[in-house]
């Protein structure tokens, strides 16, 4: 007898994760079943609605302005303004720690390449660090963490154009550290803030980390670090540096391994906890059954094939990075429900010829019904009880258009709530 | 002579390079111009095959007399760019028994040593070859880093007060009086290592004799003083695989042909090739059908292949000659043998030598050949050191061991730096401050970066070349813009932002030819980290617009509505903040 569940769905990152929760807040019981550590650990921890438009110029001031005019195969235009408008509020609902829900407007957050992106939502952690606020600078680098040089940041944010005078330093973090250590090493001791060795005798992490930057200080209103201050509790580390710099800190978001990102997978999960969603983690979906509905999907447990029923599913596998979209020199397609996925015959025309040319694999995905069921080449619902959300839709390119966290957040919303209205 | 000869070189491959350095070694003033980076033509983009000669034992003895000597002399003098893998010659049922028996005897008479294994031995050496592999011939085949070998090159003639100007393209021959008495270039940004956005100029380089050292280029060079250089250049694919599937060179045992070749090469397996004449060696079409040539055919010997991962492809062309009279139809007829042509002799005008054909296995060789006979012309009595004299890097490796313990370098990292640096390691890796990996992939440290910079000034693919960053699995996708940090100290932001694109797009063009399974999700991923995660595709920096940042949020109305959301620390949470 499989497990039965009224809405089953398969992935566990950011619109896996918004599904199982609206599902859940609609009040059906819901199973949420995720093989790998979903992308967020990659992503910046930044929460993108829409940055730029498809053929648009510079930055989009207003996302909600700018989404009736995208492309009608987009994930956007099926969920509709108010779609997306009420998956940010769910967000901003369990995500505490965020920041940005006051306006509709974009801000610009630093990176960690040393120029600024346009984004929704923000860390607060990384609300001392807007591009807008016309507040003086100080970005402080660690020489041996390579992924952010605190110098070149800060020349390169000048050259953007940014409304307020920055310099970057480059210091050793205190610990005697080793030279390749990891992002969570520094986080960890910070959290910790244990004792470190500092000219003969010792002090705390933060307090010498504080000490060593003081000096650097020399008007700034303001002081930027990697996003490395601490795993556990970052709100206390902040508080601490600021205390001791007199000065709000920030961090400048990172790629991989990201803090950022990670703390906003904890929230996320104790999130879906609290709503009762269950969870099924570890072990990867491989197959499925059906007579025109998906009854089950199939779990390899260690070589136990192990079946989930439910009345609803939700595809959130995520894209091409995710592998919720597969390809091999033939074709492209989607590997659990082997749903349809557009795509070129020739594999030389999936690409553009510039790095950061026009890809179309970069819209890669399922096509969708407006209620977010995925469509067979014919133009026919693959199975009358399957949605799908997130990066798993084609029609949007997220990296050019900095969308990838509001189209998982706002689809994943709009296919559990649509999910758990059908289950009932 | 009452002064030093100077001699002009043009080409910074394998033979420019190789000749550069045997000159400045007996004593000439020597420059040598290079229209790109060191390696920029035919060298960088090869198998990196270490010939043993075996290839050519049937068809072309002379060639394959010639590679064994000089594979010998390259162990020796270039131990740092030579793996000894080692070499196998398969034969599949269908492949023809008669010819194996030929490249047999071929071996011993061209003194290869040679010797017949069972299948069931092939595959206790390389377990991935096919199940019905009959017997093969191993040979002493090995893996060379071509970039290596040539920086080493170069490097050793600067240290004999060689001249060399990468970035520095020959516009014209200097002929005067019947004779070539000089060069015309234009140096892309100013003489002396390539910084970005340096404003070019033109530099006029009066030699005593000139060498045309630009291979498949050589007719272009030629054209400048009416000379008729007949290169046949001949486009070949290779595919780099992302793991090693083989640690030995692995051939297909039958006459020469398309997809006949694996070879490991440093984290990767590089598979080719074809042979097919291109009219224009910078201008041809890459087609996906090589591509699937090479794993289609090459899976017949390694099923593995079938279904791995390729990084990218890249293809080179071969700087094929034969004399006019010749007229071979096929390219895969032409000679490899390779030719000096004394335009003095040859065309009445003297001042300038070509030398064309050839292959990189026996460089030196050539590079000595075209020496010799500038000294003849100058009347200068010097021996040819090239083949005694190792290679900065190759000069001591018996220290090799201890330096991976004293730079405190984590094995594999240190292992593979100091394979890499040779005995240069202890110059490079011995450095004040933290020495981090820049490159995971490919373990290169920011010491070993820095060394590159010095020499290669704001070019990060020059960078790449001489230590391999941003050449394994990822493509840069999480090291470019680590290196572009790393050129921070030294020059300005736009510079560095130059480099960094250049770098990013030169990235890019391999990996089109390896856009799907896991090497399209690692490129999305790469797309992701650099268009959303760094908004390197729409950076502000490089738009003509500035960006109205009065428009964007400043933070203020956050939570409390009182000014920046952020000014007070711990109240920024506003008593919300879950953390």
């Given amino acids: 007898m499989a497990i039965e569940s009224e809405v089953v769905v398969v992935g566990g990152g950011l619109a896996g994760a918004f599904s199982a929760l609206a599902a859940a807040r609609e009040g059906a019981d819901v199973r949420l079943v995720s093989y790998k550590q979903s992308t967020l650990a990659q992503a910046s921890g930044l929460v993108d609605v829409l940055g730029y438009a498809p053929g648009g110029d510079g930055p989009v001031v207003d996302p909600y302005d700018a989404i009736p005019d995208l492309p009608e195969d987009h994930p956007y235009a099926t969920v509709g303004v108010d779609g997306v408008r009420a998956g940010m509020a769910l967000f901003d609902e369990v995500a505490g720690r965020y920041r940005g829900d006051h306006t509709d407007r974009n801000a610009m957050l630093p990176t960690h390449g040393g120029t600024v992106k346009p984004t929704a939502r923000y860390p607060s952690g990384a609300a001392a660090g807007v591009a807008s606020d016309e507040r003086d600078a100080l970005l402080v680098g660690f020489d041996a963490l390579v992924d952010f040089d605190a110098p070149h940041a800060a020349d390169h944010l000048r050259n953007a154009g940014v409304p307020f005078d920055v310099r970057g330093v480059s210091i050793t973090f205190p610990g005697d550290l080793n030279a390749d250590a990891k992002v969570t090493r520094y986080a960890k001791l910070l959290d910790a803030d244990a004792e470190v060795p500092v000219g003969g005798s010792t002090r705390t992490a933060r307090a010498a980390l504080a000490a060593t930057v003081e000096p650097h200080l020399d008007g700034a209103e303001r002081v930027g670090f990697p996003a490395v201050l601490g795993d556990d509790d970052p709100a206390a580390v902040r508080a601490s540096l600021e205390s001791a710099l007199g000065v709000p800190v920030f961090e400048v978001p990172m790629g991989p391994p990201s803090l950022p990102g990670l703390r906003l997978e904890d929230d996320l999960y104790a999130a879906l906890d609290e709503a009762g969603v269950s969870m099924e983690t570890g072990n990867p979906v491989v197959d499925y059954e059906d007579e025109e509905r998906v009854t089950r999907v199939v779990v390899d447990r260690n070589g136990a094939k192990i079946p989930f029923a439910a009345d609803q599913f939700v595809l959130a596998t995520g894209g091409l990075v995710g592998k919720g979209i597969d390809s091999d020199r033939e074709g492209v397609r989607e590997p659990i429900f082997d749903c349809h996925v557009p795509h070129a015959d020739d594999r030389y025309e999936w690409f553009d010829h510039e790095a950061f040319g026009d890809h179309s694999f ?39 258009e900095k969308s990838g966290s509001g189209v998982s957040i706002a689809t994943g919303r709009a296919a559990g709530v649509s999910a758990a209205e059908a289950a009932r | 002579m009452a002064s030093t000869p100077h001699i002009a070189v043009v080409g910074g491959g394998s033979t420019g390079t190789g000749v550069a350095r045997d000159l400045a070694m007996r004593g000439f003033d020597v420059t040598l111009v290079e229209q790109g980076n060191l390696t920029h033509g035919t060298t960088g983009r090869m198998h990196g095959l270490l010939h043993s000669g075996g290839r050519y034992a049937v068809s072309d003895q002379a060639s394959a007399t010639e590679c064994i000597e000089e594979n010998r002399v390259l162990r020796d003098i270039a131990s740092h760019c030579v793996e000894l893998t080692g070499g196998l010659f398969v ?14 005897a071929g071996c011993e008479a061209c003194g290869i040593p040679a010797e017949v294994v069972s299948g069931a031995e092939a595959r206790a050496m390389e377990p991935h070859l096919a199940t019905d592999v009959e017997k093969a011939i191993s040979v002493p085949d090995g893996a060379v880093d071509p970039f290596r070998l040539v920086v080493a090159n170069a490097a050793s003639a600067v240290e004999h007060g060689a001249r060399v100007e990468t970035h520095s393209k020959v516009t014209d021959l200097l002929v005067e009086d019947g004779e070539v008495v000089g060069l015309e270039v234009d140096h892309s940004s100013g003489p002396g290592v390539r910084v970005h956005g340096t404003e070019g100029g033109r530099e006029t380089i009066r030699a005593d004799h000139v060498v045309n050292a630009t291979g498949a280029w050589a007719g272009r060079i030629g054209d400048m003083a009416g000379l008729d250089i007949e290169v046949r250049p001949s486009k070949g694919v290779m595919t780099i695989m992302n793991v090693r599937q083989v640690d030995t060179v692995i051939n297909r045992c039958r006459p020469k042909g398309d997809a006949d070749i694996v070879v490991p090469h440093e984290t990767t397996a590089i598979l080719g090739t074809t042979d097919e004449e291109v009219s224009d060696p910078e201008d041809y079409p890459e087609e996906q059908w090589e591509v699937d040539m090479m794993i289609e055919t090459l899976s017949e010997l390694i099923p593995m292949l079938e279904e791995a991962r390729t990084i990218r492809s890249f293809w080179g062309v071969r700087p094929l000659y034969e004399p006019p009279d010749v007229g071979s139809e096929d390219p895969t007829d032409i000679t490899r043998d390779f030719f000096l042509l004394d335009h003095d002799e040859r065309d009445g005008l003297p001042g300038m030598t070509s030398i064309v054909g050839g292959k990189f296995t026996t460089y030196r060789m050539m590079a000595e050949d075209i020496a010799d006979h500038v000294c003849d012309r100058f009347g200068v009595d010097a021996d040819c050191r090239t083949a005694d004299v190792p290679l900065p890097g190759s000069e001591d490796f018996t220290v090799l061991r201890d330096y991976m313990d004293e730079f405190g370098l984590q094995s594999p990292i240190g292992r593979r730096s100091v394979e890499r640096l040779g005995s240069r390691a202890e110059e490079v890796l011995d450095v004040d401050g933290p020495n981090p990996t820049i490159c995971g992939c490919e ?86 980290l650099h268009a959303t995660t760094q908004n390197r595709d729409r950076d502000p920096a490089d738009s003509a617009e500035a960006v109205d940042f009065a428009a964007f949020d400043d933070g203020s109305g956050a939570d409390t509505g009182t000014g920046p959301a952020t000014d007070a620390g711990v109240a920024t949470d506003g008593g919300r903040d879950g953390d």
């Fill in chain 2, 443 to 528: 373990a290169v440290t920011r010491a070993e970066v820095q060394d590159a910079i010095e020499s290669s000034g704001s070019d990060l693919n020059a960078v790449r070349i001489r230590t391999r960053a941003s050449m394994g699995n990822c493509q840069g996708g999480f090291c470019a813009h680590r290196l572009a940090g790393e050129l921070q100290d030294s020059y300005d932001e736009p510079t560095v932002r130059a480099a960094w694109d250049e770098l990013l797009q030169e990235r890019w063009k391999g990996q089109r030819h390896a856009l799907w399974g896991q090497q399209l999700s690692q490129a999305m991923l790469n797309y992701a």
């Fill in chain 1, 362 to 400: 970069a819209r890669f995905g399922v096509p969708t019904d407006e209620t977010l069921r995925p469509l067979d080449a014919g133009g026919d619902v693959e199975f009358e009880n399957l949605r799908a959300a997130g990066s798993v839709l084609g029609g949007a390119d997220f990296a050019a």
């Fill in chain 2, 91 to 104: 034969k599949r049922p269908e492949d023809s028994e008669e010819y194996f028996q030929e490249k047999l």
